[in-house]
């Protein structure tokens, strides 16, 4: 049974750098034709889908958020990681990492953006 966990710090100051994990189990991160998202809502609006990370190491990042993230993976660690640069309280969302095109995902973690 595949499943992933969302990990990091739930209160974010601007224009600082929010870095979140997502730990997977049950299947490797390098599997083939996997691609692995992070998606976020913020209150009142609906799904974004921030960017992937492929079985292969590529990425793929949302063009509108393409100049403030950064998505990496350590294997070792079967784990991917989102970093998201100058962060604003527009950036107040639950972030949520899935399989792309897939039902499995995290339960998503809380981050705000608030001094």
């Known amino acids: 049974q595949v499943q992933l966990q969302e990990s990091g710090p739930g209160l974010v100051k601007p224009s600082q750098t929010l870095s979140l994990a997502c730990t997977v189990s049950g299947v490797s991160i390098t599997t083939n034709y996997y691609y692995w998202s992070w998606i976020r809502q913020a209150p009142g609006k609906g799904l974004e889908w921030i960017g992937y990370?492929?079985?292969?190491?590529?990425?793929y990042r949302s063009p509108s958020l393409k100049s403030r993230i950064s998505i990496s993976r350590d294997t070792s660690k079967n784990q991917f990681t989102l970093q998201l640069s100058s962060v604003t309280p527009d950036d107040t969302a639950v972030y949520y990492c899935?399989?792309?095109?897939?039902?499995?995902w995290g339960l998503g973690t809380q981050v705000t953006v608030s001094s």
């Open positions: 899935n399989i792309y095109g897939s039902d499995d």
């Open positions: 990370i492929a079985y292969s190491g590529s990425t």
